[in-house]
């Protein structure tokens, strides 16, 4: 059974920074791609990033156009990170861990993805 885990939520502080992870059970973490979205109250859910497979694929990073240069993105054998930096107040969300069971990553709209993590809330306030 694909289980995602996301942990690392909470509440920050405008230009703060938190890290989110995203534990994994049910498959081999390293074959897939991992992405992570999130959803504002009240929007549909957008992509933040996603990192492709280093076994199957090529380890690559993609990111949305806010996230860029603010978020990164990265993987081990136990886990996938988000490292958020220069968060901002609209940042405030829950945030997805998502995968589709494929090596590269495809795109990353959520639409794309067939598995879900519970969630974490952010809330970036002072």
């Known amino acids: 059974q694909v289980q995602l885990v996301e942990s690392g939520g909470g509440l920050v502080q405008p230009g703060g920074s938190l890290r989110l992870s995203c534990a994994a059970s049910?498959?081999?973490?390293?074959?897939?791609?991992i992405a992570w979205t999130r959803q504002v109250p009240g929007k549909e859910r957008e992509g933040v990033s996603c990192i492709s497979s280093p076994d199957i694929s090529d380890g690559a990073a993609y990111y949305s156009d806010f996230a860029l240069r603010r978020f990164t993105i990265s993987r081990d054998r136990n886990a996938v990170y988000l490292q958020m930096s220069g968060l901002k107040p609209e940042d405030t969300a829950v945030y997805y861990c998502?995968?589709?069971?494929?090596?590269?990553?495809?795109?990353?709209?959520?639409?794309?993805?067939?598995?879900w993590g519970q969630g974490t809330q952010v809330n970036v306030s002072s």
């Open positions: 049910g498959f081999t973490l390293g074959d897939y791609a």
């Open positions: 998502v995968t589709d069971l494929v090596g590269p990553c495809y795109g990353i709209d959520p639409k794309d993805y067939r598995y």
